[in-house]
């Protein structure tokens, strides 16, 4: 089976489907481009699910490399047989393949190694033969290796020695090995013990033993970063007896053979020392590379729906962040995102300038007619809302406010990035201008930070960092790319997530757009270094330009179906301008009257395109963002000491985990579904039920003040 046959089974599709998917991405066309504008082709595969098929084929062609690596190291000894390439070619991961090469790999100095420098494989394969009688008896013939020149002083030594060969012999087995790693997980348990006398977060884990088939990925995680702090000491451990008896049951004959004795010994010895602790490093390392995986998934996910969060579009934004020394930093942005003035003012301690500072407030929300105050959640937040919800109160002006999460606002503001935008601002006004636009715009100012500070997920740090930045990667290229951007506003970084354009063609779309002016057209992109005709095809239907001379420009359309849009609008008396005043919502109804396949077949295009044509078409310039809940406005102060076991409010999440979500309720501090309050029906996984941005509906559980913890629960009150 090959690898397109191997991903067609494990995905359930057409094997043509999976070529052609294959042929697409090895030609070097994008995630996004391929998700949108080649549907006929992949069967309308979406990102998602292409971003799986990727990794999987990239992880099965670099097995396929490594089998082929191992296939000529072996056959350069002239060691390759049928056998051993049919080993090859069933193995299924990148241990089978290596253990299958253990045998034949250069080896650095071991007791057997020295054995054989001794002289004493011929022994080993003596007693390996396991004779059913020896004569000369097995101690005499071993007496013939005493070699004092050689480091053989006595008996003892040489079957010592070639114990050692048979010993390293049993585990360089590849089938031996895939089985015992096999049993180890299946019967083993994974063990953690208290390593400092102190307290720590990692209590639960300081006398802790669980199956490693039961073990949860987030405890796989937890309990590595404890080790790694030096909190815990790990173990894998299994019954000994389990091992052994499949060992003696493949190596030993059933003929009493007077080689026995030394033949287990040997095993015994083999595991001991040599199979044990390598299967525990392997299968440690499995259940994280499983437990990373999962977390990876998870966090790209819940990165997913935090950057496709619905904007506050046409307010006028101030954003506030908290401080205590250097004072709560303000800054005024306006409906178009651009900054219009800043502000320092000292309300909470040590300075508590509270009148002056209302003063200032107020004026910025009357000169500047501001709708929202945008709230860091950072040091000094609580402080700083009691005070914005006690001016609310006393002015005649309808503004609300809102705590954002500020998380990576710091990472942004210390940046280079930061630093071209605003140059003449410090790194606190900076933040406050981040607070104000990720209110405004979540996606196109959260992109400037690097996802791993955000905050959305678990053990970001712990995982392979590589691997981890390529997910969140992905995950940003394709919320760009859903939403699209407007070739004539955004910024470098915002660009530069769009398909079939990276960093330098950003810059040099910006720099051509200060020098010329506004782009008129996508078509003028190909004039801008570095954007040649294949980056132009997978950028140019991301790329919006509202007010241009073509009005299929500020579409999702693609301009290879301009043609067939164009004959679209003709066929159904429809022209540009009708568009262009504010889309055409009677048209997909004609189109299903006359049928989808018929009208697709006359334009030359397939139905999916159609589709696609068609949704753009009924709303021009529209923004997918805009379906999604909006931000929860608030106008008034909820404290810690004002909730009570049984309030029922409404909250958003805001992080999604393995064991729960945590959701804003209003409070400085978010409040915990545990998993087992998320649902009256059992639940697998929070995201199954929750997502980031949801508002949703909670009653509160239980108050801990002290420690500053909120249950909350989404059960009705019967199952709760």
């Not at 106008?635 to 029922?648: A, F, N, R, V, Y």
């Amino acid at each position: 089976m090959n690898i397109n046959e191997r991903l067609a089974q494990e995905f359930q599709l057409k094997i043509g489907q999976v070529d052609a998917t294959v042929a697409l991405i090895d030609e070097g066309n994008t995630i996004p481009f391929i998700a949108r504008y080649r549907k006929e082709v992949t069967g309308s595969l979406d990102d998602n699910v292409l971003r799986d098929l990727y990794d999987r084929l990239t992880f099965l062609r670099n097995i396929e490399k490594r089998k082929q690596e191992v296939f000529d190291l072996i056959s350069a000894q002239d060691k390759m047989t049928p056998e051993i390439q049919a080993a090859l070619e069933a193995a299924q991961t990148i241990t089978e393949v290596d253990d299958i090469y253990r045998p034949y790999r250069p080896h650095r100095k071991t007791r057997a190694s020295v054995a054989r420098e001794k002289g004493l494989e011929p022994l080993a394969e003596l007693l390996y033969a396991q004779e059913p009688a020896y004569e000369p008896s097995i101690e005499e013939q071993a007496a013939e290796y005493i070699n004092e020149e050689k480091g053989v002083a006595s008996v003892e030594e040489a079957l010592q020695g070639a114990k050692d060969i048979i010993a390293e012999g049993v585990s360089d087995n590849a089938e031996f090995r895939k089985e015992i790693r096999r049993l180890t997980f299946e019967f083993g348990t994974l063990s953690t013990k208290q390593a400092k006398e102190e307290d720590s977060v990692y209590a639960q884990y300081y006398d802790y033993t669980e199956p490693l088939t039961k073990v949860l990925p987030h405890r796989v995680l937890a309990i590595n970063r404890g080790e790694k702090e030096e909190f815990l000491k790990v173990s894998v451990g299994v019954s000994s007896d389990i091992i052994l008896n499949f060992l003696f049951a493949e190596v030993l004959k059933q003929n009493r053979s007077p080689a026995e004795p030394y033949i287990s010994a040997a095993i015994v010895d083999s595991y001991d020392r040599l199979i044990a602790p390598s299967i525990e490093r392997e299968i440690r390392n499995d259940i994280f590379d499983q437990a990373s995986e999962g977390a990876i998934k998870l966090f790209a996910d819940n990165l997913s729906h935090l950057l496709m969060q619905s904007p506050l579009k046409g307010k006028t934004v101030l954003g506030f962040d908290p401080g205590y020394a250097h004072g709560c930093k303000l800054a005024v942005v306006d409906k178009t995102g651009k900054v219009v003035d800043t502000a320092v003012i000292y309300p909470v301690k040590p300075r508590e300038e509270i009148e002056k500072s209302k003063s200032i407030l107020k004026r910025l929300i009357t000169r500047h007619k501001v709708d929202v105050i945008a709230i860091g959640n950072g040091t000094a937040s609580k402080e700083s809302e009691i005070f914005v919800a006690g001016l609310l109160r006393e002015i005649p002006e309808d503004v609300k406010y809102i705590v954002v999460s500020e998380a990576g606002a710091s990472i942004y503001s210390a940046s280079k990035l930061a630093a071209e935008e605003f140059p003449e601002f410090d790194v606190m006004q900076r933040s406050a201008v981040s607070i104000a636009r990720r209110l405004q715009d979540p996606l196109a100012e959260l992109i400037k930070i690097d996802p791993k500070g955000i905050g959305v997920g678990q053990y970001q740090h712990d995982m392979k960092q590589a691997r981890l930045d390529e997910a969140l990667g992905g995950v940003v290229e394709d919320c760009v790319n859903a939403v699209g951007v407007d070739v004539n506003t955004a910024s470098y970084s915002l660009l530069s997530y769009i398909s079939g354009i990276n960093i330098t063609s950003a810059k040099n779309i910006v720099k051509y757009r200060e020098e010329n002016g506004e782009f008129s057209s996508r078509a003028q992109l190909l004039k801008v270094p570095r954007i040649g005709a294949k980056a132009f095809e997978q950028a140019a239907g991301f790329l919006r330009v509202p007010g241009g001379k073509e009005i299929f420009d500020n579409t999702g359309v693609h301009p290879e179906s301009y043609e067939a849009a164009e004959a679209l609008l003709s066929k159904f008396g429809y022209t540009r301008a009708d568009v262009a005043s504010g889309g055409l919502s009677e048209l997909g109804e004609k189109v299903r009257k006359v049928g989808l396949g018929k009208v697709a077949s006359e334009l030359g295009i397939g139905e999916p395109t159609l589709q696609d044509i068609l949704s753009e078409l009924e709303k021009p310039g529209r923004d997918i963002r805009d379906t999604l809940p909006p931000p929860i406005l608030r106008d008034d102060i909820l404290s810690l000491e004002d909730l009570k076991p049984d309030m029922e409010l409404t909250g958003t999440v805001r992080n999604v985990i393995d064991f729960g979500a945590f959701v804003d309720i209003g409070v400085h501090q978010d409040g915990l579904v545990h998993i087992s309050q998320l649902s009256d029906r059992f639940v697998k996984h929070p995201s199954d039920v929750v997502k980031v941005g949801d508002v949703v509906k909670v009653r509160v559980l239980s108050v801990d003040v002290a420690k500053k913890r909120i249950a909350l629960t989404m059960k009705s009150r019967a199952k709760a």
